[in-house]
Nanobody, 124 residues
């Protein structure tokens, strides 16, 4: 599975961005998809995940109510709608795929596939 993330950019606090992640392959709906982020000087952290069917989603506490993960299996695409952005959301955002569901507690090294990151910068 190859993943290509896009949609990052520079936005003011309170603004919105939508990240997209396009996956190669014809079995997209058999993979759970996730978004992770890494801020300068910090470890990579879980942001959100969605099951293959889209029926189960998880979020880290700091983005609940502001971010929404979704997927369009017909387009092999996963989205992360980010609203009410804060400066602390500034990070490189990565999409990831795994045959197994990705709970909030998943270990980074257990995830099978990663895309290249997209930079999100939120100015105050």
């Amino acid at each position: 599975v190859q993943l290509q993330a896009s949609g990052g950019g520079l936005v003011q606090a309170g603004g919105s961005l939508r990240l997209s992640c396009v996956a190669s392959g014809r079995t997209f709906n058999s993979y759970a998809m996730g978004w992770f982020r890494q801020a300068p000087g910090k470890e990579c952290e879980f942001v959100a995940s969605i099951s293959g069917s889209g029926g189960i989603v998880s979020y880290t506490d700091s983005v609940k109510g502001r971010f929404t993960i979704s997927r369009g299996n017909a387009k092999n695409t996963t989205y992360l709608q980010m609203n009410s952005l804060k400066p602390e959301d500034t990070a490189v955002y990565y999409c990831a795929a795994d045959p197994l569901y990705m709970p909030r507690s998943i270990e980074i090294h257990d995830i099978d596939y990663w895309g290249k990151g997209t930079q999100v910068t939120v100015s105050s």
